[in-house]
């Protein structure tokens, strides 16, 4: 970002002067895993509706989830996070647990959602012109603002999710269009809770809103495109039904959560849990500090990200990976790369090694196999060798050949 663009965006702190009290925000993820409470005292109940998600830096075990959350924060390119897993493992407390963590975007104070990087990419005549006036005059066109959890609801219907006519239209008033959930996302987190209960339209229109960014929605003579740049997160039960495999291939990272096998983990969290009902602001309190500290490794963490490289040595040893499983999907260099760099950055480095693959390979290369597109290919391969053999029989041999033989 330029001199002239960044003085756009207030609010702006410089997260590269916060000096950590732990060395990584691995560190810090070991260091809060062993973490012991203080006693709990009963806060009075004031008969009002507070919601105060569990926090994330309190879950015990299930440390791949976390990685992986943490990691689509970091780097959106990664392309989501699927967590699946049976009933009661944590999925949706980790994914809310995340609103004390998340990092600050630019937010844009504009109606139509003009940045200073649209200027940037496209001159001024890449903003409406209230905009371009206010960039001349050095005012500022966005603020930094912490990114939100949109929630998909189970029984959202399509027009719920990409947008509707207003109903309320009177008369000869124009036809207006109100936006959806995925608009509501953009520069967002999009959780989508039992994602493979949906329907085919619904998952659809995520799935492609997700993979270009924006969506358009018509409706009669009108039409409107709208920004859904956001994270999506994904949850599923197995036992409830499976995931088309289109789907499935949109999702970056995919993490199966088991139930924890260690008794000293269940009695922990069981502990855990009893305090947080008891007081949920206390249960914060406990982990204000350790919150704050790894919401500014995670400010760090995307600061960095665009300096982080991928070694020659090191993506050659992913791509034979890849080859060697047989996985054909383009998807699998690219989630397995971008969270790597991701995944770098956790540990304040720049340079992605042999190491970041091996942590990172399991989660973004699981379920991206076929049997039927396996048994499908070598089916091929059979008749394509056929075709090739009597087209070099027939069609290569002259007819002095042929009568010859």
């Not at 924060?73 to 049976?86: F, R």
């Not at 844009?108 to 496209?122: F, M, N, Q, T, V």
């Not at 300096?307 to 996985?327: A, C, F, M, T, W």
């Not at 070598?378 to 075709?387: R, V």
Request: with cysteine.
């Amino acid at each position: 970002m330029s001199d002239e663009a960044s003085k756009q965006v207030t609010g702006m702190t410089n997260t590269m002067e916060h000096e950590p009290k732990f060395r990584s925000l691995k560190d810090l993820l070991e260091h809060v895993s062993g973490k012991r409470w203080g006693e709990s005292h009963a806060q009075a109940d004031s008969g009002l509706h507070e919601v105060v998600p569990f926090p994330f830096l309190a879950m015990v075990g299930q440390v791949e989830m976390k990685y992986a959350l943490l990691l689509a924060l970091i780097n959106p390119a990664i392309g989501g996070v699927l967590l699946i897993g049976p009933r009661g493992t944590g999925k949706t407390t980790a994914i809310r647990g995340l609103v004390d963590l998340v990092p600050e975007v630019p937010r844009s104070l504009c109606y139509y959602g003009c940045l200073p990087e649209d200027i940037e990419a496209g001159g001024i005549d890449a903003v409406c012109p209230n905009c371009a006036k206010k960039y001349a005059m050095g005012e500022p066109l966005a603020v930094m603002d912490k990114i939100r959890l949109v929630e998909l609801p189970l029984n959202a219907r399509i027009e719920d999710v990409v947008g509707r006519a207003d109903e309320n239209n009177v008369g000869s008033e124009p036809l207006r269009i109100h936006r959806g959930i995925l608009a509501h996302a953009d520069r967002n987190l999009l959780l989508v809770d039992e994602v493979n209960l949906l329907t085919d339209e619904v998952v659809d229109a995520i799935l492609d809103a997700a993979a270009y960014g924006s969506y358009t929605v018509k409706r009669g003579a009108m039409s409107a495109t709208y920004r859904a740049r956001f994270v999506l997160v994904g949850t599923m039960n197995p036992e409830e039904g499976r995931l088309r495999p289109q789907i499935m291939d949109r999702f970056g990272l995919r993490v199966v959560v088991r139930g924890l096998e260690d008794t000293h983990e269940r009695q922990e969290a069981y502990q855990r849990v009893q305090t947080y009902l008891a007081n949920p602001r206390q249960a914060v309190q406990e982990y204000k500090d350790e919150t704050q500290i790894a919401q500014a490794e995670l400010q760090i963490a995307r600061d960095i990200l665009p300096e982080v490289k991928v070694p020659d040595d090191v993506s050659k040893q992913g791509l034979e990976l890849i080859r060697r499983l047989k996985i054909d999907s383009l998807r699998a260099e690219i989630t397995l790369f971008e969270a790597a760099r991701a995944f770098t950055t956790l540990d304040n480095r720049t340079l992605v090694t042999i190491d970041d693959l091996h942590t990172i390979a399991p989660m973004a290369l699981r379920m991206r196999r076929s049997e039927f597109i396996e048994k499908y290919l070598l089916d091929q391969s059979t008749e394509e060798k056929e075709i090739l053999s009597a087209v070099d029989r027939v069609l290569m041999t002259s007819p002095q050949e042929e009568k010859a033989k």
